[in-house]
């Protein structure tokens, strides 16, 4: 599965947009990108997901490049709610499910 | 939809006993299931894929003899952390992927294990 490259660390102001980039320029054309969330000491919870157009859900916005090397997710209006470890993660889809494997992620912390 | 449950949240046990963590699919059934292994500010670490009705396969570096998993049926496979030690003591999750394809890896809670 392609990797992926994140910053490391975010900050939002309360009510903003967060976007959250990711590099994933090695992406194969049967890979998904997945972007997950964790707040401290829970499961990862499921965002998003997209293969080549953008995608928009009750959560959050997916951006992917036309190249498919990048993407960005968006959070319309963060709240405090927000702050979480954001996750994304390329991985092949299809008949045979690839294995999901975490980088590091992006320490997101939405303040007042 | 795509509720997994995972059991226990907590537990604590002595060096040299076994814990078994439980890990069942509520409305769907998982062929395959995934277990990790979270260290303190560190990211999700892969153990092992699960799947229904065969032997699971082991990420490198990764006993196989320690950790056990079970995957019996459809909607529950179980790891069981055996003669645990102090260093085993780590927040464990499990996953599931379920169809259409596009979708679907869906995590439990986690167990937080403390090995005194």
């Known amino acids: 599965d392609a990797k992926t490259t994140q910053p490391t660390s975010m900050d939002c102001a309360e009510g903003r947009a967060a976007n959250l980039p990711c590099n994933h320029s090695t992406i194969s054309g049967n890979e998904y990108v997945y972007w997950y969330r964790q707040i401290h000491s829970q499961g990862p919870q499921y965002i998003i997901h997209?293969?080549?157009n953008n995608e928009t859900n009750e959560m959050a916005s997916l951006i992917i490049t036309e190249d498919r090397k990048s993407s960005t997710l968006i959070l319309p209006h963060a709240t405090l709610r927000d702050t979480a470890v954001y996750y994304c993660i390329v991985v092949a889809g299809g008949t045979s499910y690839g294995k999901l494997t975490f980088g590091q992620g992006t320490i997101l912390t939405v303040h007042p | 939809g795509a509720v997994v449950s995972q059991h226990p949240s907590r537990v604590i046990c002595k060096s040299g006993t076994s814990v078994k963590i439980e890990c069942r699919s509520l409305?769907?059934?998982?062929?395959?299931m995934f277990w990790y292994r979270q260290f303190p500010k560190q990211s999700l670490m892969l153990m092992a894929t699960?799947?229904?009705?065969?032997?699971?396969?082991?990420e490198q570096g990764v006993e196989k003899d320690k950790f056990l998993i079970n995957h019996a049926s459809l909607t529950l496979s179980t790891l069981t952390v055996t003669s645990a030690h102090p260093e085993d003591s780590s927040f464990y999750i499990c996953s599931a992927s379920y169809r259409p394809e596009g979708y679907g890896y869906t995590f439990g809670s986690g167990t937080r294990l403390t090995v005194v």
């Open positions: 409305d769907f059934q998982a062929t395959t």
């Open positions: 997209g293969l080549k």
């Open positions: 699960s799947n229904e009705g065969s032997k699971a396969t082991y």
